[in-house]
């Protein structure tokens, strides 16, 4: 009787420690998904008016050659991502110019789907669009994330700056966003993702506004 | 680490209880309601919760003891942003957080020989925190342990000579560990206790 009584105890604060598990969790592809914004607070952005963005969007898929103009990502999401970029700009008040009229900064996007990376890739990537000297960025006063893991695609916009290289000839991005998540799902589903993520990213950087 | 803690205070217990008199066995559902920096963590109740007990009466009045309970806070947060610095970050947080004191106790029984015995009692011990927080595709997990006074005052309802309704509510009060604040929460307990003698 004595050994029920204490098996019947154990067995029930077993089934309640066991219960306790995981309460709960994402359902949903979206809610993996993160938008992350920096920016250089020594940056006037209210002092710049123009900027000019290019017709595709980079895919990072490795080492390139130098002058090799880099994989693009498809058209389908690279409109979208474009046009979202541009939408939001124009919005805040910036004038959009061809890179030869000496635009105030420079937006250029890329998206990586691989593993192990961060946003310090090599400046050659943009050497078949970017109109101005120097071969890397750099970010001045701030740090951005370091982007891990195979299952995740990320999209990055990096405003720059052309007419302020840096001491070693680098081009300064004052502006940086990251949208991170998983790349599953319908290609209408993605695109509604990558709306609300470039939405997102200048929602939260109002200092961008004119 | 935990299971191998808990599975050497319930072997103890079992132990215990075979020769003991006055020996009393408790099991309780417990209702959690964080507090202090907890609560700055997770807002909401937690409804999972448990309490097991072992209490010996040294004499009509004086009873001493031990508890090993478990906790589970949980809560989504809306999408939202989350600024530091220049840096600002949105998605959708979901914060996880399991309690798991482990306590000696000393509880002041009165009502000696009546049906109904109202106690207070106080405990000593060590919690056991683990904390998960999900943002996006990233995990941030941190595991103090935290010294803890809890404060408990509660009745017992004797239905037959071996066995009772037990009804409490204790103030898990943990102290600051080098990384996290105290983990504190209120924890109402409703269960049965009944004599292993």
Request: hydrophobic fraction near 35%.
């Amino acid at each position: 009787m004595q050994q029920r009584k204490i098996t019947w105890a154990l067995a029930l604060a077993g089934i309640g420690l066991l219960s306790g598990c995981y309460p709960g969790g994402p359902e949903y592809i979206d809610e993996y998904d993160l938008v992350y914004t920096d920016y250089s607070s020594t940056v006037d952005f209210k002092a710049k008016n123009t900027y000019s963005l290019p017709d595709s969007v980079i895919k990072l898929s490795g080492d390139l050659v130098e002058g090799e103009r880099p994989e693009m990502v498809s058209p389908v999401y690279a409109n979208e991502i474009l046009g979202k970029i541009r939408d939001n700009m124009n919005s805040y008040g910036w004038t959009e110019v061809d890179a030869t009229e000496s635009p105030d900064v420079v937006i250029l996007p890329s998206a990586i789907v691989v593993t192990n990376t961060t946003v310090y890739y090599p400046g050659y990537y943009w050497g078949w669009y970017y109109p101005y000297y120097g071969y890397g960025w750099y970010y001045p006063g701030y740090y951005p994330p370091t982007v891990t893991s195979y299952t995740t695609g990320s999209l990055f916009i990096q405003m720059t700056n052309p007419n302020e290289p840096g001491a070693t000839d680098n081009i300064p991005v004052e502006w940086i966003a990251v949208f991170n998540g998983l790349l599953e799902g319908s290609t209408s589903g993605l695109v509604t993702r990558i709306d609300r993520a470039v939405d997102q990213a200048f929602k939260q950087s109002p200092y961008l506004k004119q | 680490m935990k299971a191998k803690l808990l599975s050497i205070c319930l072997l103890a217990l079992a132990g215990s209880t075979a020769t003991a008199q006055d020996d009393f066995m408790m099991v309780n559902y417990q209702v959690g309601f964080p507090m202090g920096e907890l609560q700055s963590y997770i807002e909401k109740t937690s409804w999972r919760g448990i309490n097991i007990g072992y209490r010996h009466l040294i004499d009509g009045e004086i009873a001493v003891g031990v508890d090993l309970s478990t906790q589970v806070f949980y809560e989504q947060k809306d999408y939202d942003t989350y600024t530091r610095g220049t840096a600002s970050l949105t998605g959708t947080q979901y914060r996880y957080s399991w309690n798991t004191p482990m306590t000696a106790h000393i509880d002041y029984v009165l009502g000696e020989g009546k049906d109904l015995r109202p106690f207070i009692g106080m405990g000593l011990g060590a919690l056991y925190s683990y904390r998960v927080t999900d943002f996006g595709l990233y995990r941030i997990t941190q595991d103090p342990w935290q010294f803890i006074m809890v404060p408990e005052v509660g009745v017992t309802y004797y239905m037959s000579a071996g066995s009772a309704l037990f009804v409490s509510a204790k103030y898990n009060a943990a102290f600051d560990s080098k990384d996290m604040g105290g983990q504190s929460y209120i924890g109402l307990n409703v269960g049965v206790l009944f004599s292993t003698n």
